[in-house]
């Protein structure tokens, strides 16, 4: 296990860490969520990877549109 936090690093090693009780307090505890779709096991999780890979799908295209040529301020 010494290995394992030496190799990947302590603050990766804590974030992980927190990851897993989250983990456990997902499965163990009962979310009272506004509408029905937020009561899905794993639904803020779900909902916010999508959310970011949305988000970069939406930056790749709006950079594809402004951005300029390597020699744009040389002309």
């Known amino acids: 296990m010494k290995y394992l ?3 990947i690093g302590k603050i990766n090693a ?6 897993i009780i989250f983990l456990i307090l ?3 505890g009962h979310r ?15 909902f916010g990877f999508l959310s970011c890979i949305i988000i970069f799908g939406i930056a790749i295209s709006l950079r594809s549109l402004f951005m300029k040529d390597e020699d744009y301020y040389d002309e």
């Open 32 to 46: 009272h969520g506004e509408t029905s779709i937020e009561d899905i096991l794993f639904f803020p999780a779900i």
């Open 14 to 19: 804590s974030v992980l860490f927190v990851c």
């Open 5 to 7: 936090i030496n190799k």
């Open 26 to 28: 997902e499965l163990i």
